[in-house]
């Protein structure tokens, strides 16, 4: 089966910087293209940022110049190293990966982020 784990969020400072990292097994990672989403309270879930099997990059407006996605297909796993994080960011972070040969989304269960001071 393939299965997501997130770690590495937690409480911050405004300016601080966390390090999210998805790790991945039951798949060929390095076919799939990997992304983050979050979702802050009341708000609808949103793409942070992705990286393709081509690692080709994509960023959210607000975080980009902040952070940076990604991956190491040796072990299966994704990161997205944030900076200058600022209250606004924080959310529940969502690893996602997308199954290119069968379609199909896969998520992990998420980890909170929060940036108060």
């Known amino acids: 089966q393939v299965q997501l784990v997130e770690s590495g969020g937690g409480l911050v400072q405004p300016g601080g910087s966390l390090r999210l990292t998805c790790a991945t097994s039951g798949t060929r990672f390095i076919l799939h293209n990997v992304a983050w989403y979050r979702q802050a309270p009341g708000k609808q879930r949103e793409l942070v940022a992705r990286i393709t099997s081509g690692y080709r990059t994509d960023y959210a407006d607000s975080v980009m110049g902040r952070f940076t996605i990604s991956r190491d297909n040796a072990k299966n796993t994704m990161y997205l190293q944030m900076d200058s994080l600022k209250p606004e960011d924080t959310a529940v972070y969502y690893c996602?990966?997308?199954?290119?040969?069968?379609?199909?989304?896969?998520w992990g269960q998420g980890t909170q982020v929060t940036v108060s001071s």
């Open positions: 996602n990966l997308h199954n290119v040969l069968r379609s199909t989304d896969y």
